[in-house]
Antibody, heavy 114, light 115 residues
């Protein structure tokens, strides 16, 4: 069974940093591209970032480019999202997903507020 | 103008069919693009329904009933999701997406009410 479990969400001050993790199991993690998607309260889905199976290709949404860094450790079956210079508008549930959203984690909540 | 436009809401009766549209911006031809569809019920994570490019290039999500189907309408430059035999449990938000210019672009979502 494919399983994706996010962690690391928290309440953080504007300008602060946070690292999200996504633990994958039930499939060969190193064979699949992964994405982060977020959803602000009461809003729709917003793609955040993409990483290829090897980690050699990475893309970001304009809204996070230069502030967020996606990475993966295929030996640990884990995906990461390092977030810095956080803003109130980054407040959202952050989901990791396999492929382009074929499988989703349950999400982790990030609140950016003073 | 957004890359993908979806109607905000749609309502239909149990047993009827619901047709969701996902219209691409006029400068983007729907032809080459795979259209992804997701369902999200309140308080739940998104669920992958299917992707559709053509009748020979499509994929149904695991466990997704065949009453959910995808297509395209070249005349309106749109991807379509059709749900037949509507059930109360189909009430949810439905999102389309395409991989465009190295980004995954989501539509704004359509809220389906089954009444």
């Amino acid at each position: 069974e494919v399983r994706l479990v996010e962690s690391g969400g928290a309440l953080v001050l504007p300008g602060g940093s946070l690292r999200l993790s996504c633990a994958a199991s039930g499939f060969t993690f190193s064979s699949y591209e992964m994405i982060w998607v977020r959803q602000a309260p009461g809003k729709g889905l917003e793609w955040v970032s993409y990483i290829s199976s090897s980690g050699s290709t990475i893309y970001y949404a304009d809204s996070v480019n230069g502030r967020f860094t996606i990475s993966r450790d295929n030996a640990k079956n884990s995906l990461y999202l390092q977030m810095s210079s956080l803003r109130a508008e980054d407040t959202a549930v952050y989901y990791c997903a396999r492929d382009l959203g074929v499988f989703w984690g349950q999400g982790t909540l990030v609140i950016v507020s003073s | 103008q957004p890359v993908l436009t979806q109607p905000t809401s749609l309502s239909a009766s149990p047993g009827a069919s619901a047709r969701f549209t996902c219209t691409l911006r006029s400068d983007i031809n729907v032809g080459p693009y795979r259209i992804f569809w997701y369902q999200q019920k309140p308080g739940s994570l998104p669920r992958y329904l299917l992707k559709y490019n053509s009748d020979s290039d499509k994929q149904q999500g695991s466990g997704v009933p065949s009453r959910f189907s995808g297509s395209k309408d070249d005349s309106t430059n749109a991807g379509l999701l059709l749900i037949s035999g509507l059930q109360s449990e189909d009430e949810a938000d439905y999102y389309c997406a395409i991989w465009y210019s190295n980004t995954l672009v989501f539509g704004g979502g359509t809220k389906l009410t089954v009444l």
